[in-house]
Every structure is written in C-alpha cells, then in structure tokens.
Antibody, heavy 124, light 108 residues
Framework: HVQLVQSGAEVKKPGASVKVSCKAS????????MNWVRQATGQGLEWIGW????????GYAQKFQGRVTMTMDTSISTAYMELSSLRSEDTAVYYC?????????????????WGQGTMVTVSS | EIVLTQSPGTLSLSPGERATLSCRAS???????LGWYQQKPGQAPRLLIY???SRATGIPDRFSGSGSGTDFTLTISRLEPEDFAVYYC?????????FGGGTKVEIK
C-alpha cells in the first residue's frame, strides 16, 4: 500500500522555524520527486517546492526562497520541509506529494499520492 | 509564470446533473502537464486527471478531462453525492507549479 505519512501538528511562535516530515512506504522512495504544498484555512493550494531524491536538487517557489529548505533521508524514506522566520500568514496545512519525472525531468502523471497533511499554527 | 484561472467559482447542481468546470491558463500549457484534483473538507487533494485527459488509478469514468493550449475542461457526466467537493487544476510542466483557485461544486 503506497502512502505518505506526515508528522503531527505544530504550534510555533513568530520568528521560529518548523520542520515537517513525510515518511514514504510501499514504493521505491528514490524513484519519485517529493513536492510540498500548503493550504491556509478556507483558501486554495499553494505550491512550495520540490526535491529530487537522487540528485538532491531542489526548486522553490520564489515566495519561499531564503526561508524554505527541503531535505531527504533516503535510508529511512523520509522527506523534510523546514520553513524559517515564521509569521502568522504561514499558518496552514502543509502537504507532501510525490511526482514521477521522466528522463527530461518533466512530471508525467501529476501529484499522484499525497500525505495526510500537517497543521502548522503560528501564534504568539 | 503560468497563472491558472478557474471558473465558475461555485457551481450549484443537483445529483445526476452534468458538471462542466473550466481552467484557463495565462499562456499555453503542454497538455501532458495539466492535472485536475478533487478535495473534500478535511482531506488531502486526490488526483483525478493527469495529462489533461487521462484518468488516475481508480477514478470512475464519469470524470473526463479535455482541452489544449490555454483552455481545459473537467466534466463530471452525472454527479454522484460523493462528487460534491472542490476541484483544482494544476500545470506541472514549468515551475512554479501553480494551482488554479478552485471550483466548488455544491448541492443545489
């Protein structure tokens, strides 16, 4: 059974950092990129960035450049997303989602498996 | 960057009716890189359609996708009670991999 299981809810103060984990099972972890997406309450989906588990290359949305860091531990099939300098506007549910890329690096099948989401609340 | 605009914002329909959702891109999107997702309250999004018209694993055939260039459509041929949800389109060919703003399909 293919699944992504994320870490639990977090409450952080403004200015702090948060690190969310996403553990994969049921497939070969290194065969898929991992993407991160967030959703504020009542709002739409916002793409944060991606990471390739083989090259360790990353790509971040400009909005998050300088504040987000994506890493992976392939030995335990786990991806991480760390967001720093948190502000109230970062309060949201954060999702990991896998995507398969072809030889050219393009995704062919969309984001086919998603984690259950991690609620991050930023409040003083 | 490619901006996706979905319309309408809300679609009020009855079970059994046909739903037609639109996704318009600010510049041409290769059909291979256009997807549709369904999201229900409190749940993660679920992939419905990839490559503009291919159904994902386990998706019923009442869901279909079409379109090319800048105009794409998701059609639900006959709405079932479990289809009332929010639907998002996404282009995943060129970073940033934006989503559209979503269309809510609600019970009339």
């Amino acid at each position: 059974h293919v699944q992504l299981v994320q870490s639990g809810a977090e409450v952080k103060k403004p200015g702090a950092s948060v690190k969310v984990s996403c553990k994969a099972s049921g497939y070969t972890f290194t065969s898929y990129d991992m993407n991160w997406v967030r959703q504020a309450t009542g709002q739409g989906l916002e793409w944060i960035g991606w990471m390739n588990p083989n090259s360790r290359n990353t790509g971040y949305a400009q909005k998050f450049q300088g504040r987000v860091t994506m890493t992976m531990d392939t030995s335990i099939s786990t991806a991480y997303m760390e967001l720093s300098s948190l502000r109230s506007e970062d309060t949201a549910v954060y999702y990991c989602a896998r995507a398969y890329s072809d030889r050219s690096g393009y995704y062919t099948d969309g984001f086919d498996i998603w984690g259950q989401g991690t609620m991050v609340t930023v409040s003083s | 960057e490619i901006v996706l605009t979905q319309s309408p914002g809300t679609l009020s329909l009855s079970p059994g009716e046909r739903a037609t959702l639109s996704c318009r891109a600010s510049q041409s999107v290769t059909s291979s890189y256009l997807g549709w997702y369904q999201q229900k309250p409190g749940q993660a999004p679920r992939l419905l359609i990839y490559g503009a018209s291919s159904r994902a694993t386990g998706i019923p055939d009442r869901f279909s996708g079409s379109g090319s260039g800048t105009d794409f459509t998701l059609t639900i041929s006959r709405l079932e009670p479990e289809d009332f949800a929010v639907y998002y389109c996404q282009q995943y060919g060129y970073t940033p991999l934006h989503f559209g703003g979503g269309t809510k399909v609600e019970i009339k």
